[in-house]
């Protein structure tokens, strides 16, 4: 069982609200990673981070931020929620290559599915 | 960049029955390739992976199949049960291992 927790589980809001989705692991794994599936099933990398102060743009252009200010934590924000944001968010994080052992495996939070009405 | 495909988008079979899932890539230089399992309300887990030293590698009623020539892989799932629905995705690493890309899912049912 993978020790990465994401919050909340659920939820829904209204149209122009702030959020932030949260993501910690406990494995001290240096990267992380956030993924937007939607009901298509595909997952489309949206964030990730090599390590504590590092954040990149994935492959899915988004209008959400993350920060990376403790390698145990990966929190997403949008600013400005729309109905477009409706989307399910996995959080996950994985060893660098080379650290040896289950190198490079992601392992993935359960997810928040989020709905803007 | 890699890309990865996967087919069949959806696949249904009996129980008992085999289920074959089969990926391409197209970075010569990727040598990981993992496969994971979404349960629903759940993320992705590792279930079996293969690294390109290797032709095959085999757990349980799962089985992975690695043509680094052609640049495919299949996932192999034997007498299957209905506790093997699910979405399965494949991936691969690029970029000398600092990245992944995953394939686009494929919805396995078993029907009873």
């Known amino acids: 069982e993978a020790d990465i927790y994401q919050t909340p589980r659920y939820l829904v809001i209204g149209t122009g609200k702030k959020i932030t989705l949260e993501c910690s692991q406990t494995m001290g794994h240096d990267k992380m990673y956030w993924y937007q599936q939607d009901p298509g099933m595909e997952l489309h990398l949206i964030h990730y981070s090599y390590g504590v102060n590092s954040t990149e743009k994935g492959d899915l252009s988004s209008e959400s931020t993350v920060s990376r200010i403790r390698t145990e934590h990966f929190p997403l924000t949008l600013e400005s929620a729309r109905p477009s944001h409706t989307s399910q968010y996995l959080c996950?994080?994985?060893?660098?290559?080379?650290?040896?052992?289950?190198?490079?495996?992601?392992?993935f939070g359960a997810g928040t599915r989020l709905s803007v009405l | 960049g890699e890309n990865v495909e996967q087919h069949p988008s959806t696949l249904s079979v009996q129980e008992g029955d085999s289920a074959v899932i089969k990926c391409t890539y197209s970075?010569?230089?990727?040598?990981?390739f993992p496969w994971y399992k979404q349960e629903l309300g759940k993320g992705p887990q590792l279930i079996i992976d293969i690294r390109s030293n290797v032709g095959e590698k085999k757990d349980q009623r799962i089985a992975v199949t690695l043509n680094k020539t052609a640049k495919h892989f299949s996932l192999h799932i034997t007498e299957t049960q209905p506790e093997d629905s699910a979405v399965y995705f494949c991936a691969s690493n690029y970029n000398y291992g600092q990245n992944f890309v995953f394939g686009p899912g494929t919805r396995l049912s078993v029907l009873p």
């Open positions: 996950a994080s994985s060893n660098s290559p080379g650290a040896g052992g289950l190198r490079g495996i992601q392992y």
């Open positions: 970075d010569s230089a990727s040598n990981y």
